[in-house]
Structures are given as structure tokens and as C-alpha cells.
């Protein structure tokens, strides 16, 4: 079925230089672009688009991390967005991501990871709408 899902491209993979990069991987995976923009993450922000690691011991250093500078926020549509996009993420440590993924390529640790995708239906519809609004969203 179709989905949309929400993919962060990190302060570490925009500090390297590889947004192209990484949305070409979307692109040839055939999720589309329906709705983009840089942000620099308050720290209020970040502190609530993370509230369910709230009580995880990494919780402060990774909304630290991910208000170290500007975010690249997307939302990802096509058929099976949400599962598509964490396959083509790998694992969440780069250590353990397989070979080709975009953890494995441009990530280099646990925290900077290059980037976020939703992990369910909830959370997608939940964190599309934390970022934005119906009217930014663009069908295509
Ligand atoms: P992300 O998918 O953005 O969701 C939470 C982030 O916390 C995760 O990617 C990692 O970058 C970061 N993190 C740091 N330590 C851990 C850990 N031990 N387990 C899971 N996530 C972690």
C-alpha cells in the first residue's frame, strides 16, 4: 500500500555534504519527495519529536546532537514507505548496518547516524505531522 513516512537527514550527513546522495538513494528506490526543508532543531524541538527516549540513558546527548546544527526534514511516500526506507537506512548503529545501506556509506556512530526514518504507521503519521502542516504536504 502506498505510505508516507518521515525520513531526518542528520547534522552529520549535512555536515558531510551528502543530502544529493542520500535522496538520490530514495529516488532510485522509488519514494517520492512530497514535502522538504531545512531546519536548525530548538532544543524544544528536538526534546519532542524524541519524547519516547526520554528516560533512555542516550537521551541527552542525542537531542545535543541533533540540535548541533541544520536538519534536512522529508517526507517519503510510495508503496511500503515506511519499512522501505529503514531497509534502505540499515541498522541504527553504522556498525551493524548492511553493506550498501546509507548507515553503512555516510554514518560513523551510534548518535551520528546519518539519518531518521519512522519505524511504524503510528510514529509516521505522528512525526509527518510534527514537521508539517497538511498545506506543505504536496501529493504528486
Ligand atoms: P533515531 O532513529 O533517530 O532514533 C533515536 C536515536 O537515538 C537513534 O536514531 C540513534 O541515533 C540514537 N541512539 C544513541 N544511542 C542509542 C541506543 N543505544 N539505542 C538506540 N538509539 C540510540
Known sequence: AT????S?????????NVIGEIVTRFEKADLKVVAAKMIHLSREQAEGFYAEHKERPF???LVEFMTSGPVVVQVLEGDNAIALNRELMGATNPKEAAAGTIRADFASS???NAVHGSDSPASAEREVAYF????????R
Do not use: N
Open 3 to 6: 505510505e508516507r513516512t518521515l
Open 8 to 16: 531526518i537527514i542528520k547534522p552529520d550527513a549535512v555536515a558531510k
Open 59 to 61: 537521551f541527552g546527548a
Open 110 to 112: 551510534i548518535d551520528a
Open 132 to 139: 508539517f502542516s497538511a498545506d506543505e504536504i504536496c501529493p
